[in-house]
């Protein structure tokens, strides 16, 4: 081919890009001038069920793999013998205000092995050699949010290359295109690599196959790897494959061994997708699927389509979602958004000001939802949402359900991402279902129970990493899957998606069942859940003297009870249906002791005025009423003061350390109405326990605080809890506050596309703290009561197209 031919093609090539890289000059993103240098720096895409971190090194490009599913372990349980029986003797001792005892009889009698379960894993990583060490000028790497992809552009002498990657929720694989301006000069390797138990192979001239199978190895000696409570059997394990193409513009590709080479090219896309036998329906690994052909069908399917096909259809499903919401947060500074955001974030650490960076972050999380929980995907987003690059990941990246999954989905209502509750609901539901097992066998209740830690083979048994601590922190805190459960209900709230809801009652009611029938009397007439504790804190035992966590009816239980109650209660009346589960909720309601202030004033952690033995401490559990549920607002003027000083307490103690206490502490002061404590909590998230590429630090990386920030800036500009007095349970009407906690710091700004509840899409401007334009839209057009400018008025929505 001569060199004018090539030289117009690459100009076709390019050209096919340009919406790409043209579009949108002012969409959010994510830029640096230099390549990672590690983990996390790097850039995370994904399309729910793949992820990929980013590293955008012009020379070794690393692409750090995760699939959903790819979970080490497999079903495993832990039941203790006889559990009932000595959970009725703990109560009987807790009752009898022998704590101690209480606690010591259970570590005994209540705990097994195998404690705990195996880790999520990494899938491995795709490598791509530039390798010539060539003087790299005008470097770039960026991600654009609205986009969902990561873009690495630098210059190599004259030429410029431009290497773009986005995981596509429309054809469900890994795109990776590089670009040069001079045609026929673009060469590199290509590579995968996993540390351990898969081969590696190419296919033909331009495939390479990655097959892999978890050999889990059982330590009887009393410890596996990191886990020293036992983590379940050994064994041949689930099954992974990673299937890639690549195809040259111009120029060759061929196979070396097990890498693949393109040489003398413009331009080249690799595919690349991947797959496990696990499967959602049995929460097991499925030895009727392979892995290999299931990869196979999905890349076979996409490399048909060419690139420019894969780009508009991923652009076009991906901006769907992501553009719902736009937001500005006080006056743009040009010179900071000329910063990269490494600097950004430096800035902020040193004490700026950057409301810009706020926002940015804000649709960090927004992206961060979207790409770890949308369809493809079968499985919520994790501890880490789905980037793992560790074999045994912190906390096993599992499903914890005493905060951390919660926390996960505050945004999917509020920051207009519906569909990403999807996943969630998928394989929640079925653990609901298994959790029948476990409300059986060990409380002999109805209903269904699931405790602080889960994964995709839907544990139900208590389990932690320790013996003690699988009594101590999980057996202790059978409200976990309820806290979900009701929170769904809420989701629910936002959305008005009433087939969602007749699939939700039953785990509703299951969960309220279980409930029903484990709250046992007390001494004083009222009932509670005992035995109890308030994750993860202890309590100083008067007599003792010392640390100790078991209690009778803590304040997160009973306001988890009130939670669950309401959430069915109002469930059952919407749907019409289940007057029977609504009488027994409301009578054992009439029983439920109130929520109870201490001498000082602030709402009590346990039953009684205990001193806390962390007054720091990162759970603030006993706020779980104000938020994310409803149980304290200003209605109730002495808990909503209450409130205030328990969060005054824990911070002036050192509380919010990790990042997602401190992103739950924004939430608290955007319901306490404090605008200027919830930016100062947002600015200390960014500088304490941010990473450079904008992920939360726990330490280390776990990605709740991201999800929980995101939420809590939707909490500052825009509640709907409240509701309308005399709205019916069948009919509930939701009053609309407009930026309930504004700081002073953003006197202007807009915000489109948030969601209230009831269904309710809200976009408005506002200027020196007054909200200045007003435009609300829902299904079927409706009055709503808005509190706006410090005024009740009612607003007309106007009827929005489509869903
Ligand atoms: C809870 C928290 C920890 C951590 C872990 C995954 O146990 O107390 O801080 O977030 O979950």
């Known amino acids: 081919m001569n060199n004018l031919c090539r030289s117009l093609l690459a100009a076709i090539w390019i050209t096919a890009a340009w919406p790409a890289q043209l579009a949108g000059a002012d969409e959010p993103r994510l830029w640096y001038d230099r390549p990672a240098t590690n983990w996390s720096e790097a850039l995370p895409i994904g399309n729910g069920r793949l992820g990929a971190m980013v590293f955008g090194n012009p020379a070794r490009e690393r692409l750090q793999l995760n699939e959903e599913s790819l979970w080490a372990g497999c079903p495993t349980e832990a039941w203790p013998a006889d559990y009932f029986k000595h959970l009725e003797e703990v109560r009987r001792l807790v009752l009898a205000g022998k704590n101690t005892e209480a606690s010591t009889y259970g570590v005994q009698r209540l705990a097994a092995t195998p404690t705990s379960f195996r880790s999520y894993e990494p899938l491995g990583d795709?490598?791509?050699?530039?390798?010539?060490?060539?003087?790299?000028?005008?470097?770039?790497?960026?991600?654009?949010?609205?986009?969902?992809?990561?873009?690495?552009?630098?210059?190599?002498?004259?030429?410029?290359l431009v290497r773009e990657v986005f995981v596509s929720a429309s054809d469900d694989v890994i795109v990776v295109r590089v670009t040069t301006d001079k045609p026929g000069t673009l060469s590199f390797g290509i590579s995968l690599k996993r540390e351990r138990q898969a081969t590696i192979s190419s296919r033909g001239a331009d495939r390479l196959n990655l097959d892999g199978q978890i050999i889990d190895v059982e330590k009887k000696d009393g410890g596996y790897e990191d886990n020293p409570?036992?983590?379940?059997?050994?064994?041949?394990?689930?099954?992974?494959?990673?299937?890639?193409?690549?195809?040259?513009?111009?120029?060759?590709?061929?196979?070396?061994?097990?890498?693949?080479?393109?040489?003398?090219?413009?331009?080249?896309?690799?595919?690349?997708?991947?797959?496990?036998?696990?499967?959602?329906?049995?929460?097991?690994?499925?030895?009727?699927?392979?892995?290999?052909?299931?990869?196979?069908?999905?890349?076979?399917?996409?490399?048909?389509?060419?690139?420019?096909?894969?780009?508009?259809?991923?652009?076009?499903?991906?901006?769907?979602?992501?553009?719902?919401?736009?937001?500005?947060?006080?006056?743009?500074?040009?010179?900071?958004?000329?910063?990269?955001?490494?600097?950004?974030?430096?800035?902020?650490?040193?004490?700026?000001?950057?409301?810009?960076?706020?926002?940015?972050?804000?649709?960090?999380?927004?992206?961060?939802?979207?790409?770890?929980?949308?369809?493809?995907?079968?499985?919520?987003?994790?501890?880490?949402?789905?980037?793992?690059?560790?074999?045994?990941?912190?906390?096993?990246?599992?499903?914890?359900?005493?905060?951390?999954?919660?926390?996960?989905?505050?945004?999917?209502?509020?920051?207009?991402?519906?569909?990403?509750?999807?996943?969630?609901?998928?394989?929640?539901?079925?653990?609901?279902?298994?959790?029948?097992?476990?409300?059986?066998?060990?409380?002999?209740?109805?209903?269904?129970?699931?405790?602080?830690?889960?994964?995709?083979?839907?544990?139900v048994t208590p389990s932690a990493s320790t013996l003690e601590s699988q009594f101590l922190n999980a057996s202790l805190d059978p409200m976990c899957g309820a806290w979900m459960a009701a929170q769904l209900f809420d989701y629910y709230q936002f959305t008005g998606d009433r087939k969602f809801l007749a699939r939700l009652y039953p785990v509703l009611q299951g969960a309220s069942e279980f409930v029903l029938d484990t709250l046992v009397p007390t001494p004083n007439g009222t009932l509670a859940m005992v035995p109890s504790t308030s994750p993860e804190n202890q309590y100083i035992h008067p007599e003792t003297k010392k640390r100790i966590r078991i209690t009778a009816g803590s304040t997160y239980h009973m306001s988890l009870v009130h939670a669950i109650f309401n959430a069915t209660d109002r469930a059952a009346a919407i749907l019409g249906k289940d007057e029977n589960t609504r009488e027994r909720i409301a009578e054992a309601t009439a029983k439920l002791p109130p929520l109870k202030l201490g001498p000082d004033g602030r709402i009590l952690e346990w039953a009684e005025p205990y001193q806390e033995a962390e007054p720091g401490h990162r759970h603030v559990s006993h706020l779980v009423g104000l938020h994310p549920f409803d149980l304290i607002t200003p209605a109730t003027p002495e808990l909503f003061a209450g409130a205030r000083k328990v969060l005054d307490y824990r911070l002036a103690h050192g509380g919010a350390g990790t990042g997602w206490s401190r992103a739950w502490t924004v939430n608290f002061f955007a319901r306490l109405q404090d605008g200027e404590a919830a930016r100062e909590h947002y600015l200390a998230l960014l500088s304490r326990s941010t990473m450079p590429n904008l992920l939360d630090t726990h330490p280390p990386f776990q990605i709740d605080g991201n999800f929980?920030?995101?939420?809590?800036?939707?909490?500052?500009?825009?509640?709907?809890?409240?509701?309308?007095?005399?709205?019916?349970?069948?009919?509930?009407?939701?009053?609309?506050?407009?930026?309930?906690?504004?700081?002073?710091a953003w006197p202007t700004g807009s915000v489109k596309g948030l969601r209230a509840r009831g269904g309710i899409v809200a976009d408005f401007d506002w200027k020196d703290g007054k909200v200045t334009a007003i435009r609300l839209t829902s299904a079927s057009p409706r009055a709503v009561q808005v509190r706006v400018n410090g005024a009740l008025r009612s607003v007309d929505t106007q009827r929005r197209p489509g869903k």
């Open 126 to 160: 795709l490598w791509l050699d530039f390798g010539d060490g060539a003087a790299v000028s005008d470097f770039r790497r960026e991600l654009n949010l609205a986009e969902g992809i990561a873009r690495t552009t630098w210059k190599r002498g004259d030429a410029t």
């Open 229 to 459: 409570g036992l983590s379940g059997p050994g064994g041949a394990h689930m099954k992974f494959a990673a299937r890639l193409v690549a195809l040259a513009h111009q120029g060759d590709v061929k196979a070396e061994g097990d890498k693949l080479r393109v040489t003398n090219a413009t331009g080249a896309t690799v595919l690349l997708t991947a797959a496990t036998d696990y499967n959602l329906s049995k929460l097991n690994f499925d030895r009727s699927i392979d892995p290999g052909k299931k990869s196979e069908t999905i890349l076979n399917r996409a490399a048909k389509k060419p690139y420019s096909e894969l780009l508009s259809r991923h652009l076009a499903e991906h901006r769907a979602m992501f553009n719902r919401v736009s937001v500005r947060l006080g006056e743009v500074d040009p010179a900071r958004e000329k910063l990269t955001t490494d600097a950004r974030l430096a800035a902020v650490k040193k004490g700026a000001d950057d409301p810009g960076l706020v926002a940015l972050h804000f649709q960090f999380g927004r992206y961060l939802l979207m790409s770890s929980s949308r369809r493809p995907a079968r499985l919520p987003a994790n501890l880490q949402g789905i980037w793992n690059d560790r074999m045994w990941a912190p906390w096993e990246s599992d499903f914890h359900l005493n905060i951390n999954l919660q926390m996960n989905y505050w945004p999917a209502g509020p920051a207009n991402l519906a569909e990403t509750a999807e996943p969630l609901m998928d394989w929640f539901e079925l653990l609901a279902r298994r959790g029948r097992e476990s409300a059986r066998r060990l409380y002999e209740s109805d209903g269904w129970v699931a405790f602080l830690a889960t994964n995709p083979f839907g544990r």
């Open 708 to 744: 929980g920030a995101t939420a809590g800036l939707c909490e500052m500009l825009l509640q709907s809890h409240e509701q309308v007095s005399g709205s019916k349970p069948s009919d509930q009407q939701f009053v609309l506050a407009l930026l309930p906690a504004l700081p002073n």
